[in-house]
């Protein structure tokens, strides 16, 4: 049976943006149609929202309810079951790059989505901390409930307390974290770096490098470096 018989349509259905994200684009539309949550709409379907991060699914149902096709959502970042190739390297195919995703704990950063309506992908790789548009560390926990800020929430800069998540103080002063996060950023989004603007040398070294490559080498890297009041430092390690 065609599932596009099976599945409701939405009141608004959106089409997704080029950049965006697959669990943000849910998020976008669950907030366009009112929903408290994206789980609102998985349950059409009658997948549990946590399972599209975590294992392979078939979109064909999903596809229905949204009015769009499952190639359109395979290949919207970062999804586990791309069957064609995407604008960059898909991380997936390479385990020691997957392992830099976390997609159960999203982090965003308020005055981007203020501004693009979106959110951003690269926000999913765990050791980027910090918007190299805004120069301030992206947002993970609610500062009014507290809570870790989830992806069942009823809007992409509202929190599921209903707090509409406040723009980052917390300023990155380091250059070099700017400059690599922003070199992650463009290879995230099929841009090109503006080597002038963003440190010349360093950048044409980071470029020698496929997207896949630097997922992997930063992830081994991100292993040494925690976040402190003062900024990102390098963690002491004992070699005993």
């Known amino acids: 049976m065609d599932t596009s018989e099976m599945a409701p349509m939405l009141v608004s259905t959106l089409s997704p943006v080029e950049g965006e994200s697959f669990l943000g684009y849910l998020l976008r539309v669950s907030e366009a149609n009112g929903y408290k949550s994206p789980t609102w709409i998985t349950g ?37 079951f791309p069957h064609q ?16 995703l976390i997609l159960d704990k999203p982090k965003i950063c308020s005055a981007c989505i203020e501004e693009n ?8 790789i765990a050791w980027f901390h910090v918007c190299p548009r805004h120069k301030t560390f992206l947002s993970t926990h609610c500062s009014e409930c507290g809570e870790g800020i989830s992806w069942c929430r ?19 002063t380091d250059d070099s974290v700017i400059e690599l996060l922003h070199h992650i950023d463009d ?10 603007g963003y440190g010349g040398r360093k950048t044409e070294i980071l470029a020698g490098f496929k997207f896949t490559e630097l997922m992997s080498l930063l992830d081994r890297v991100s292993k040494v470096i925690e976040e402190t009041d003062s900024g990102l430092v390098v963690r002491k390690i004992n070699r005993s």
Not at 154 to 172: E, M, S
Not at 187 to 196: A, E, F, G, M, N
Request: glycine content about 6%; some cysteine.
């Open 44 to 80: 059409l379907c009658g997948i549990p929202y946590s399972q599209f991060y975590r294992k392979k699914q078939d979109l064909n149902q999903l596809g229905a309810i949204l009015g769009q096709t499952p190639e359109t959502l395979e290949r919207l970042p970062w999804q586990y």
């Open 85 to 100: 190739p995407s604008m960059w390297e898909n991380p997936i195919k390479v385990p020691s790059a997957y392992k830099s």
């Open 187 to 196: 290879l995230v989004h099929d841009r090109i770096t503006d080597k002038k």
């Open 154 to 172: 009823p809007g992409l800069n509202t929190c599921k307390c209903g707090a509409v998540f406040p723009f980052a103080v917390k300023r990155c």
């Open 117 to 124: 309506g979106m959110t951003n992908p690269a926000w999913d």
